[in-house]
């Protein structure tokens, strides 16, 4: 019988800058650790080939600030990225664990001047399509000037932007949900929560939901 804590699935939470997601994968976390189920986070990508220079926490002042990389560098980089997570889907994530990621690959195709993507954007939509698709894409969302009034690292008008790509990205996607980041810390959890548990229970045998 498969149980709770047999449970494999790959959640990824999208958002703006703003939106929440930290604090919420936080609560989230708590919560579905309390109702049993064994839960793992990563931020952005597996560290195998490549680590991350900072840390995931750690507070990004200018998103913008730095120039792309060369095509070259920004090729070698998504495709060690491609290389990483087929990596982690294979031998690392299969631990019957619900592995809820903080961002994805495909936030580079929103914002690539974040990743200095300097490469075409055809060849990062290619890899996008390779990459190993979640069972839930989370995409937390709110009006521009709420984003805005929490943090300040883009322009109201590249908020807007990226706010209106996330939803463009996700109504293609075969699963997913969208939650309205602008209420209470509380009520956004319980959101995402809901639509993780129906996700689970939509898998589990009735004998054991």
Same mark, same amino acid.
């Given at each position: 019988?498969?149980?709770?804590?047999?449970?494999?699935?790959?959640?990824?939470?999208?958002?703006?800058?703003?939106?929440g997601?930290?604090?919420?994968?936080?609560?989230?976390?708590?919560?579905?650790?309390?109702?049993?189920?064994?839960?793992?986070?990563?931020?952005?990508?597996?560290?195998?080939?490549?680590?991350?220079?900072?840390?995931?926490?750690?507070?990004?002042?200018?998103?913008?600030?730095? $120039? $792309?990389?060369s095509?070259?560098?920004?090729?070698v980089?998504?495709?060690?990225?491609?290389?990483?997570?087929?990596?982690?889907?294979?031998?690392?994530?299969?631990?019957?664990?619900?592995?809820?990621?903080?961002?994805?690959?495909?936030?580079?195709?929103?914002? $690539?001047?974040?990743?200095?993507?300097?490469?075409?954007?055809?060849?990062?939509?290619?890899?996008?399509?390779?990459?190993?698709?979640?069972?839930?894409?989370?995409?937390?969302?709110?009006?521009?000037?709420?984003?805005?009034?929490?943090?300040?690292?883009?322009?109201?008008?590249?908020?807007?932007?990226?706010?209106?790509?996330?939803?463009?990205?996700?109504?293609?996607?075969?699963?997913?949900?969208?939650?309205?980041?602008s209420?209470?810390?509380?009520?956004?959890?319980?959101?995402?929560?809901?639509?993780?548990?129906?996700?689970?229970?939509?898998?589990?045998?009735?004998?054991?939901?």
């Open positions: 019988m498969q149980s709770k804590e047999d449970i494999t699935l790959k959640i990824v939470v999208l958002g703006p800058d703003g939106a997601k930290s604090s919420v994968i936080k609560g989230l976390m708590e919560n579905l650790a309390r109702r049993g189920y064994s839960v793992k986070m990563r931020h952005l990508k597996p560290q195998i080939l490549i680590s991350q220079r900072s840390e995931p926490v750690a507070i990004v002042v200018n998103p913008h600030g730095k $120039p $792309p990389r095509v070259l560098t920004s090729l980089k998504i495709v060690v990225w491609l290389i990483e997570e087929w990596y982690a889907n294979l031998f690392q994530d299969q631990e019957e664990t619900l592995l809820i990621c903080d961002r994805y690959y495909h936030d580079l195709l929103i914002d $690539p001047i974040r990743y200095r993507y300097g490469g075409p954007q055809s060849v990062a939509k290619l890899v996008s399509k390779l990459m190993p698709q979640p069972d839930l894409w989370v995409l937390l969302d709110a009006p521009a000037e709420v984003l805005q009034a929490r943090k300040q690292e883009v322009s109201l008008e590249e908020t807007a932007r990226q706010r209106n790509a996330y939803k463009k990205f996700v109504q293609h996607q075969k699963a997913y949900v969208v939650v309205d980041a209420q209470s810390l509380n009520r956004v959890i319980t959101g995402v929560q809901h639509a993780i548990t129906e996700l689970c229970r939509s898998i589990m045998p009735a004998e054991d939901r």
